[in-house]
């Protein structure tokens, strides 16, 4: 094996193999693709595509568990495969009412899976599992161009079996296509700092501007270490940079406003609503709801904020221990604790470097994107879940294997050989902890974990006066025990289905959303569980706290989508169980978080001469429509969107497509329509009493229609 080393004073830093010579032949693409580079040992590539296969499998596995996961997206890419109108803006139906609360970029591959392959849980969720295994992909080939190939395996091990990863790769949330995309933009930028070119930095801006179009502000959130990383330690002029640097804004803007640009140009009278709104604006949701309302916890629409400088709100408690706390700790943090400090180590040991080292440039990229997306995440008052962290996932496994493998390169230094026991000891320390949150889940498994990583540990201390052999099983015991915890959690995640709007990573009671040490707020039991397409038993959700208005009832949860039969989550809020139609109108709390179970009855209703209307029904909350429309594969009109407060369609615009006959039923929540946030003299409460107080009513087993052809004799 042939390693290539850069002097620079004392220290030699690795870089990227030497082009081919001018003239010298370049490797078939099959023979690089399988071999890889012509200095690596022949384990290597197989290493890598092992990686790759056992990522997927496990990721594939089970995965028509989880039905339609969230109903919402998948009401939306429903519509998308019927209807390339309702593709282009992310309508939630194909008669395009009303738009999902986000640009639709990450729906486009899921409902392309659908037109090819027909409406299926597989082929919506397929799409998300190969962006997962694209993941890993790109962190590996990251992480391995600038250290070594068991650096870039460790990267891409830790990546996949992290709960919160196995859980939004299978999931159909547009936290998978960001991931992807972000990893791709630091892996854009590490290249763009070997040699300068500006079209590397450019393809960053390009992959960034496409993870805005799946979900708006999020994606800008590491913008600002990677310039500042570029502007610095870039290997051109500064005025090159500087030059380089607006280019690949300009890509940004290209790439993520074309689509915008088009959507504000569009004449309002034939397009969709834009969902998430209130004046039926793009940009208004992007700066409001999906932007800086998330940070201040004023979304306009929303259902309540968290609570600022270490309160705790609706959304769980902030403070700089946040990703941490029961409700987070589970999801991603094993081996956070391990990454901070590989991430200093790995800032101590390229200290000595020039300013254009790639290795510390590395380091730079993924560990500030690591730190800056944390610090939002655990400060952040507005609307936050759980299975945001995924985010997270990449930039830790790169730092974790870029910071062993440089420590394992220096280990007969004793500073280095201690700084690596230590992250193992914060791993083996920590994992602990986190098992101990759930003792009647697997309670071996604990002692395991810290009695291994104490052991590794102390080898690693001694390690540059052990041999061979005992080196290496010291390392391994010690890789073993930092992921033996994640993984146990990961295969937990696998082996259930998760549906609804709130899912969490790992057993029952692992995250207990809203207030960590004083109670909860939304469960981690908003993961439902189901069984394929047909039947569906929800699961218990953990403790819940109280709503930001001061009540007692911690959120019920209902079974997301089932083609037939399902059976709703136990709850606590007032109201208790809920009947088939869904609770409330607006999305009240089983409306707003997961969708309703439709009967064979009521399907039958619905199917009736729908192809007579533009709508086969309307109903109060985009989740209680996703249900219906899932399960009868006609459009059904979301009325005021996800949460039920946006302003579509006003009373006045319903009441005309009444008139013109464009819609058949209205389905009744039963609790009079205002929405979560909303109030009795909001759109959603103006149609459901003008609806009820002059149309006829039609029962169907526990569900209640009004049938907007029939008006009531009394009116």
């Known amino acids: 094996m042939t390693t290539y080393y850069t002097a620079d004073t004392a220290v030699t830093e690795p870089?990227?193999?030497?082009?081919?010579?001018?003239?010298?032949?370049?490797?078939?693409?099959?023979?690089?693709?399988?071999?890889?580079?012509?200095?690596d040992p022949r384990w290597v590539r197989p290493a890598f595509w092992g990686l790759l296969l056992a990522t997927a499998a496990l990721y594939f596995y089970n995965l028509s568990s989880s039905g339609y996961a969230n109903s919402f997206y998948s009401a939306a890419v429903q519509a998308g495969s019927q209807s390339w109108k309702a593709f282009f803006f992310g309508s939630l139906d194909a008669a395009n009412a009303i738009t999902v609360d986000k640009p639709p970029a990450a729906l486009w591959p899921m409902a392309l899976s659908v037109r090819l392959f027909d409406l299926s849980s597989w082929a919506i969720l397929a799409p998300e599992v190969l962006m997962g295994v694209g993941t890993v992909a790109v962190v590996y080939a990251s992480v391995r161009r600038r250290f070594s190939p068991a650096a870039g395996l460790i990267a891409g091990v830790v990546l996949a079996l992290t709960p919160v990863a196995a859980l939004m790769f299978r999931f159909n949330n547009p936290d998978a296509m960001l991931a992807l995309l972000m990893a791709v933009a630091c892996y854009f930028v590490v290249r763009a700092l070997e040699d300068g070119r500006t079209k590397w930095l450019m393809w960053a801006g390009v992959a960034?501007?496409?993870?805005?179009?799946?979900?708006?502000?999020?994606?800008f959130l590491i913008l600002p270490p990677l310039a500042i990383v570029y502007a610095v330690c870039?290997?051109?002029?500064?005025?090159?940079?500087?030059?380089?640097?607006?280019?690949?804004?300009v890509a940004i803007v290209v790439s993520g406003g074309w689509w915008v640009a088009i959507v504000e140009l569009w004449p309002a009278s034939s397009r969709p609503y834009i969902g998430g709104s209130q004046n039926n604006s793009f940009l208004e949701l992007t700066f409001g709801y999906n932007g800086l309302g998330r940070l201040s916890g004023e979304e306009t629409g929303s259902v309540g904020g968290g609570g600022g400088g270490g309160g705790t709100g609706q959304w769980g408690e902030t403070g700089w221990d946040r990703m941490f706390n029961s409700e987070i700790g589970g999801q991603i943090s094993w081996l956070l604790p391990a990454a901070l400090i590989l991430l200093i180590a790995g800032l101590v040991a390229t200290r000595k470097l020039k300013r254009t080292s790639v290795t510390?440039?590395?380091f730079l990229v993924w560990g500030g994107s690591l730190l800056i997306t944390m610090a939002v995440f655990s400060y952040m008052a507005g609307i936050f879940h759980q299975y945001y962290t995924v985010a997270l996932a990449p930039y830790m496994a790169a730092v974790v294997g870029m910071g062993a493998a440089t420590l394992w390169e220096k280990r007969r230094e004793m500073w280095a050989s201690l700084a690596l026991a230590t992250a193992v000891v914060a791993s083996a320390a920590w994992g602990y902890v986190l098992l101990n949150r759930t003792p009647d889940y697997l309670p071996w498994l604990k002692w395991l974990v810290l009695i291994g990583g104490l052991t590794g540990a102390l080898g690693l201390i001694f390690v540059a006066k052990l041999g061979r052999q005992l080196a290496l099983a010291a390392a391994g015991l010690s890789f073993v025990a930092a992921i033996a915890g994640p993984t146990a959690y990961t295969i937990s995640t696998l082996q259930e289905g998760h549906t609804g709007s709130i899912v969490t990573a790992g057993p029952a009671g692992a995250s207990m959303m809203g207030g960590g040490r004083g109670g909860g707020g939304f469960p981690g039991g908003g993961q439902n569980q189901q069984n394929g397409n047909t039947q569906g038993q929800g699961q218990q959700g953990g403790r819940m706290g109280q709503p930001p208005t001061g009540g007692t009832g911690g959120m019920p949860g209902q079974n997301g989508n089932s083609n037939t039969q399902g059976q709703n989550q136990q709850g606590g809020m007032p109201g208790g169980r809920m009947g088939e139609g869904g609770m409330g109108g607006g999305g009240g709390a089983?409306?707003?978080?997961?969708?309703?179970?439709?009967?064979?009855?009521?399907?039958k209703l619905l199917a009736t001469n729908a192809g007579d209307y533009t709508w086969a029904a309307a109903a109060i909350?985009?989740?209680?429509?996703?249900s219906y429309q899932l399960s009868t594969?006609?459009?059904?009109?979301?009325?005021g969107g996800f949460n039920g407060t946006d302003p579509s369609p006003t009373l006045a615009q319903f009441k005309q497509y009444v008139t013109d006959g464009k819609i058949h039923y209205f389905i009744s929540s039963g609790s009079g329509g205002g929405g979560m946030g909303g109030s009795s003299s909001g759109t959603s409460s103006q149609i459901t009493e003008w609806v009820e107080a002059n149309f006829t009513k039609v029962t169907v087993g526990s569900s209640t229609f009004y049938d907007l052809t029939q008006e009531a004799s009394s009116s």
């Open 15 to 39: 870089i990227a193999p030497p082009a081919p010579a001018a003239g010298e032949p370049k490797q078939p693409f099959v023979r690089r693709l399988w071999h890889g580079r012509p200095e």
């Open 208 to 219: 960034i501007g496409f993870a805005f179009l799946a979900k708006t502000l999020q994606a």
């Open 234 to 249: 870039a290997p051109v002029q500064v005025k090159k940079r500087l030059v380089q640097l607006a280019l690949a804004t």
């Open 360 to 362: 510390r440039g590395s």
């Open 590 to 603: 089983g409306g707003l978080l997961n969708g309703a179970t439709v009967s064979d009855e009521a399907k």
């Open 621 to 626: 909350g985009a989740q209680n429509a996703a």
């Open 633 to 639: 594969g006609e459009p059904v009109m979301a009325i």
